[in-house]
């Protein structure tokens, strides 16, 4: 599979951003609720381009 | 803080970046600043660090420490959410990066409108695009221009006033971009992203020290304001909102020219990835630094009059001391600046390029960069004027200019995977979306419940394909574009020695 296809797991992680903290974390009002998983999201969201970007380094400069 | 340390701080700063933009000349080969790719594209030889720090520089704007702190004192944890889904929306460019790169490169391209009126083989698509732009840009300017006001004239007390950080600010901008055009953009921008991330991250570091420690921080939080750890909390982060603040900056990266032009320019692509990569890392910091920041503000001082008081008020407050607090709130100055800067040399490039070379054709390049250095100051005195009718919001303003840049997203979008997009398709979607945002913005901001900026992607979309599908595509240009990105994006490096 092409490295780009992984784009749409990070489609998916701007999904569950807009679904959960509205959801399942509304009435946890601490620390591990909607401020933990907003940055776990963000964390996956750079560990996946990460990814889909490897390919950029064997593309010739010439 | 005296109002000596202020200015001496202020002549600093200055002193540093002036050099630094001077010294950007050095490296550059001759007649680089004699050619439009030369002058507002560095060549496309920018390397990949360079460009990490000021494509950082220039997204993240005063809005980010006085709004975003701002938002999140107002309303709490939502804040977060909406700058990280604008977070993963910059995941386009590792989509639509190498593509934008590819074609800058095989024909030329100066701007994206250019770049579109090509696609679509149609000056007036690229015109406006063009002017499109400017309507929405020029304002978001003077919000970025009035960020800095307001911060220097809280944070002094009134000592230097609202107008006189404005004009400053213009002032500087100019400086910048005329010293060696996006070299010097980038070189200064690079020097305050550094010095900000340090600061800002310090300041934050210690206040929360000041407050007991991160977790004394969320308890304070979680007993006296509850309602700012979850949404929609106290109700400014209802869904709907939510949705209206984080659809338009989600496409962000492909629907703003001063970041979208940014892709022309790298000397490769691995330069182009660690331009992305670089900016996640710190546009994640600088994300969590900012929220921190408005929610120690909220658990130190809960009663402020104004929510955009939050980052002056603490910057101010006995937990920073005040050489720090200088050195952040100048770095929250250059950081509009660097978002100034940055916007003002991409709209001049669009208004000589795609504007003025339309309607008066065959004008020689040396002519185009005359216009666009003329250019560049007509729109930070335009800019100075929005931000002297001091408007209320920072935050909310930006939005709009947002809304109504979605205006070029799906032109962009089938430029590239919609062979059967028309020049009738995109000019209609942005000129109608663009008079369809300002008509909601100037009538309430709210049509069958809903904002502008969630309705500006479905109306340019709806305008694109249906318009498209009733006018006939250009095939022949459509043909040389696409294959012209498979062509240029299917050289591989030769294999490497193993010890390289």
């Known amino acids: 599979m092409k490295r780009s296809k992984w784009i749409w797991l990070v489609w998916l992680v701007v999904l569950l951003c807009y679904l959960v903290p509205y959801t399942l974390l509304s009435d946890v009002a601490r620390w591990y609720g909607s401020f933990l998983f907003w940055a776990c999201a963000g964390l996956a969201v750079i560990a996946l381009n990460v990814f889909i970007t490897k390919d950029f380094e064997e593309h010739s400069d010439d | ?500």
């Open chain 2, 1 to 500: 803080m005296t109002e000596s340390l202020i200015w001496w701080s202020i002549a600093i700063y200055l002193v540093i970046a002036l050099g630094i933009a001077i010294l950007s000349r050095q490296g550059a080969s001759e007649g680089a600043s004699k050619s439009m790719s030369g002058y507002f594209l560095g060549n496309r030889q920018m390397n990949g660090f360079v460009s990490a720090l000021s494509y950082s520089a220039t997204t993240y704007s005063a809005f980010m420490m006085v709004g975003l702190a701002g938002l999140t004192y107002a309303g709490g944890v939502g804040a977060l959410g909406f700058e990280i889904i604008y977070f993963a929306g910059v995941s386009l460019v590792a989509i639509f990066g190498p593509k934008f790169w590819a074609v800058g490169k095989k024909f030329g391209y100066v701007t994206p409108s250019e770049m579109l009126g090509h696609r679509y083989h149609s000056k007036q698509v690229a015109m406006a695009v063009s002017m499109a732009s400017c309507i929405f840009l020029i304002p978001y300017s003077a919000v970025q221009l009035a960020g800095v006001g307001y911060l220097l004239q809280g944070i002094t007390g009134g000592a230097v006033t609202f107008t006189t950080g404005v004009v400053l600010a213009t002032v500087i901008a100019i400086f910048f971009s005329y010293i060696a055009g996006i070299r010097s953009v980038m070189w200064t921008d690079s020097l305050q992203a550094i010095m900000m991330i340090v600061a800002s991250t310090l300041v934050a570091f210690l206040v929360i020290q000041g407050l007991g420690g991160f977790s004394a921080l969320f308890d304070t939080l979680a007993t006296e304001h509850p309602q700012s750890l979850t949404v929609p909390g106290s109700g400014l982060f209802s869904f709907v909102t939510f949705l209206g603040l984080t659809i338009p900056w989600f496409f962000f990266s492909l629907s703003n020219p001063q970041v979208s032009q940014r892709l022309f320019m790298p000397a490769s692509l691995r330069s182009m990835r660690q331009m992305l990569i670089g900016f996640l890392v710190f546009g994640f910091i600088y994300t969590f630094v900012s929220v921190l920041w408005g929610f120690s503000a909220l658990a130190a001082f809960p009663s402020l009059e104004r929510a955009d008081l939050a980052t002056p008020t603490l910057l101010a407050s006995e937990f920073v001391p005040p050489v720090l607090g200088v050195i952040v709130m100048i770095g929250i100055m250059a950081a509009a600046i660097s978002t100034i800067d940055s916007i003002m040399l991409t709209l001049a490039s669009m208004v000589s390029r795609d504007v003025y070379a339309n309607i008066k054709p065959n004008v020689s390049e040396k002519r185009q960069l005359l216009v666009g250095k003329f250019v560049v100051p007509v729109i930070a005195l335009m800019a100075l004027g929005f931000a002297e009718l001091q408007l209320d919001l920072i935050a909310v303003l930006s939005v709009a200019a947002s809304s109504g840049l979605v205006a070029m997203v799906p032109a962009i979008i089938g430029a590239f995977y919609w062979k059967r997009g028309t020049a009738a398709g995109a000019l209609v979607s942005v000129v109608g979306t663009s008079a369809f945002v300002l008509l909601m913005y100037a009538t309430g901001n709210s049509l069958l419940g809903l904002p502008a900026g969630v309705w500006g992607i479905v109306v340019a979309s709806a305008l694109f394909v249906g318009v498209s599908l009733m006018t006939k595509p250009h095939e022949a240009t459509a043909d040389a574009f696409l294959s012209a990105i498979s062509e240029e994006l299917s050289k591989r490096r030769r294999p490497l020695t193993p010890n390289r």
